[in-house]
Structures are given as C-alpha cells and as structure tokens.
C-alpha cells in the first residue's frame, strides 16, 4: 500500500477506492488554464494571510493565478520568514505591494480585535522591511458573510 498524508500512514480498500472515484471526477472536470509563462506574478503583488481553508485568497481579491505571489501562515502573521519572502519577492519577482489580509474567526488569535491588531503590527513590520515605494494594503475577509474590509 502506499504512503499517505493521513497521520496513521496506512489506508484501507474504502479510502483507496474513494480516491479512485475522486481521482476519476477530477479527470472528467475541465483543466484549469495554464499559469502564465512569467515566474513574476502579472500583478506585482503579494498576498499574505491565513493557512484557514475556509480563505481562497486569490477568489476574494479577484485576482487569477498568475497574478500574485501568495503565503500562508497559522493568523496570516508576518514572521520573519514571510519578511524574507517580500524581499525576494520585491527583488527578484517585481512585486511592488503586498496585502495583508486576515480573516474573522481566526484561530490563531483569541479574538477578531486581537487578530486586527496583529495584521496592524504586521503591516507595521512590512513597511519597516521594505524599500519605501513598496506599498501594503490591510484587509479582513468575513468568513461568514465574505465581505472584505480595509483595517
């Protein structure tokens, strides 16, 4: 049997087969269109947020693949490793501005106001790491509703 994600590792004849039925209706759905030929995003920017499933970054800010640069952390928190990625980013890739963008619900924070004030707090880390023309924009996505709010 082979390896899994799952965390016991090991797989029984129901999963295999669901994955068979899975595998065969993702085959019957058209393919996505290619990503563009460029490694630099078409929109010179760079999307960080929540790792949340319920967040598909790219749909809510109308934006396609190919378009922007996207990392994900627990809380969309701006650690050092996300710093060092907006200045590869800004260096190598062309990207001009990054959004910020954290979510209602959150996890990662023990609240909507503490998870509006570490998306502060990191907006303030990106603009102190970055050239001064590098321009961030603060968002908080409702998961409930889908509405998108400037902070």
Known sequence: MGQTWEPSGSRNRST????ASAAERL??????????????PAQHVAVI???????DPLAVLGLRLGDANVLRNAGATVSDDVLRSLQAAESLLGV???VLMGHTDCAGHAS??????????GAR???????????VETLVYDVATGAVTPV
Request: with cysteine; charged share 30%; glycine share 0%.
């Open 16 to 19: 295999e087969s669901a994955d």
């Open 27 to 40: 085959a019957a759905e058209p393919a996505a269109a290619p990503p563009p030929p460029s490694h630099e």
């Open 49 to 55: 947020t929540c790792m949340d499933a319920r967040i």
């Open 96 to 98: 001009r501005r990054a």
């Open 112 to 121: 909507d106001e503490a998870a509006a004030s570490a998306l502060a707090d």
């Open 125 to 135: 880390r990106i603009r102190d790491a970055m050239p001064d023309s590098f321009a």
